[in-house]
């Protein structure tokens, strides 16, 4: 069994991957920012904490998520003001990355999205740019900070039923078939956490033709 915290709780990656990570045993901490989204949170089996990363201290992360094995950050600002998207997107990940490592938290997996690398960025007067850019230096961070991570970098995501099945990618297909079911993000960041074998990766893909548990392993 593992202790695991899940920032951005409520969000649709995590509201899929809290209950099965409770099936298989795990203990599921779910952080959100809407009190109103409390009971929502927990049917999922995961504990529910109300609290605002973007506003919070390092201090006050790193007592959120002492006492876990480890931290999976799906949070988001959701686009919109590029203000708020970098304090999210960037500023409370890198808080998080540091509370992880001052609470001697070793595993870290952070909910990327493909393609993030610098050459990839879009102009800066284009309305994806703070989301990427955020996004980008969060990832580069990660790297850098000496936790055990895992990056997932899923294509476009879409409300689909799981598959279960992926194909793992070295770059952003020229096809521009990207799109991955939420359901499956869940099951690639249940899967990541359960395999040593991913430790300090970065994993691009989009739903395919390979059982996740394989497509890992490639």
Do not use: C
């Not at 998207?85 to 990327?112: F, H, N, Q």
Request: glycine share 8%; no cysteine.
């Amino acid at each position: 069994m593992s202790k695991v915290i899940i920032i951005g709780g409520h969000g649709k990656v995590a509201l899929r991957l809290a209950p099965q990570l409770v099936e298989r045993g795990d203990e599921v901490t779910s952080v959100f920012r809407n009190p109103d989204h409390e009971d929502e949170v927990a049917r999922t089996g995961a504990r529910a904490v109300v609290g605002d990363v973007e506003t919070m201290s390092t201090e006050a992360l790193t007592e959120l998520v002492r006492d876990h094995d480890a931290v999976v950050w799906s949070a988001g600002a959701g686009g919109g003001d590029p203000e708020r998207t970098y304090a999210v997107d960037r500023d409370a990940a890198v808080r998080s990355m540091e509370a992880a490592k001052a609470a001697g938290i070793r595993r870290y997996v952070m909910v990327s999205f493909l393609g993030a690398a610098k050459e990839n960025l879009p102009p800066e007067d284009d309305s994806f740019f703070a989301y990427a850019d955020a996004k980008v230096a969060a990832d580069e961070h990660l790297r850098t900070s000496g936790l055990t991570y895992t990056i997932l970098q899923p294509g476009m995501l879409t409300l689909d039923e799981p598959t279960g099945q992926v194909d793992v990618l070295d770059a952003v297909p020229d096809d521009g078939n990207t799109s991955v079911s939420r359901g499956d993000v869940a099951l690639m960041t249940a899967a990541v956490l359960a395999d040593d074998a991913t430790a300090n990766r970065t994993i691009a893909f989009r739903n395919g033709g390979t059982p996740i548990a394989e497509a890992i392993r490639s």
